[in-house]
């Protein structure tokens, strides 16, 4: 049966190891307005949230954002490198969500097929 | 939206938006009097007596990008549906309270749905806002508060894997427990 307790537990557990920081590296920015939600952006989310858990990644900052206008292209999901340009993938969906993070967060490759556009600085 | 969980986060979302740092969500399930409420009480910018008489209308929003604002009008819709009614009251510079009411056992209410899910992504995306959420189905209540959550956090952030894993436990159980599991 969990409780608050056990997160005291794990806190100190976890303070007695490497210390996590999660500095602004690369931002990940999923849609989550009416529309963002209506297409599934919750569960997106979630599998972006348990894959950089899984992958240990560090240094990844992710938020949120409204309704952008391109309401049929959602979920709508940005990724910003340190220094480099938005990009945006359209349609995505949680089986999308490994490989997004693997090629893109992870190597710096875009994964073109489902970009929908790009702004640079 | 095929899970009024759904439209709890999109209605936070709103809260959040307004500028509020303080979300209550209430959720009463009562089988004898046949009815489900879904209560959302912010502390966020509020709306003014001319904007909160026309919110039902999906052609109003405060967005500067599309001329549409469903999430209001659609729950409004299921209420409707369901023999139900919403309530919104606000004050400008003082917050919003939203109260949606359905007959708990209409064939058209659409279910809860992942209200775990839900919480996690409310508590996960908003560490800043005092988020408490509590739940009864008949006599039995599930209490959630942010701010014991942070206290037994400390630094650690919600996205710390452990932690993650923790809370949907956690939420997953205790809302589980509500319908009679263990």
Redesign the interface.
């Known amino acids: 049966?969990?409780?608050?307790?056990?997160?005291?537990r794990?806190?100190e557990k976890?303070?007695t190891d490497n210390q996590?920081r999660?500095a602004a590296g690369t931002q990940i920015i999923v849609g989550?307005?009416?529309?963002g939600?209506?297409a599934g952006a919750?569960?997106v989310?979630?599998a972006i949230?348990?894959e950089?858990?899984?992958a240990?990644i560090q240094d990844v900052n992710?938020?949120?954002t409204?309704?952008?206008?391109m309401?049929e292209q959602e979920v709508l999901v940005d990724i910003v490198k340190a220094g480099g340009p938005r990009i945006s993938y359209g349609k995505v969906t949680p089986d999308f969500i490994p490989k997004l993070i693997s090629e893109h967060v992870v190597n710096d490759r875009i994964v073109e097929e489902r970009v929908i556009g790009k702004i640079t600085k | 939206?095929h899970e009024l969980s759904?439209h709890v986060?999109?209605l936070v979302?709103n809260s959040t938006?307004a500028g509020a740092d303080k979300v209550t969500v209430l959720v009463e399930e009562n089988a004898v009097q046949d009815v489900l409420r879904i209560r959302i009480e912010d502390n966020g910018r509020g709306m003014d007596p001319v904007l909160l008489a026309r919110i039902r209308d999906p052609f109003v929003t405060t967005?500067t990008?599309?001329k549409v604002?469903?999430?209001i009008p659609?729950m409004d819709m299921t209420t409707r549906m369901c023999d139900g009614a919403l309530q919104i009251e606000s004050t400008p510079g003082e917050g919003t309270t939203v109260d949606a009411f359905w007959r708990l056992g209409h064939l058209d209410r659409p279910p809860l749905g992942?209200m775990a899910?839900?919480l996690?992504?409310i508590l996960?995306?908003n560490p800043e806002v005092h988020f408490r959420y509590r739940h009864t189905v008949g006599e039995k209540v599930f209490a959630l508060d942010s701010a014991?959550?942070r206290t037994?956090?400390?630094?650690?952030?919600l996205?710390?894997?452990?932690?993650?894993?923790?809370i949907d436990?956690?939420l997953k159980?205790?809302l589980s427990i509500l319908y009679g599991g263990n």
């Open positions: 049966m969990k409780t608050v307790e056990d997160l005291k794990l806190r976890l303070q996590i999660h989550m307005g009416t529309c939600i209506a919750r569960e989310l979630s949230l348990d950089i858990a899984k240990k992710v938020t949120q409204g309704c952008i206008g309401c | 939206m759904l986060l999109d979302e938006g967005r990008v599309r604002g469903l999430g659609l992942d899910a839900t996690k992504t996960v995306m014991e959550i037994a956090l400390g630094d650690l952030p996205t710390q894997p452990e932690v993650l894993d923790w436990g956690y159980e205790n």
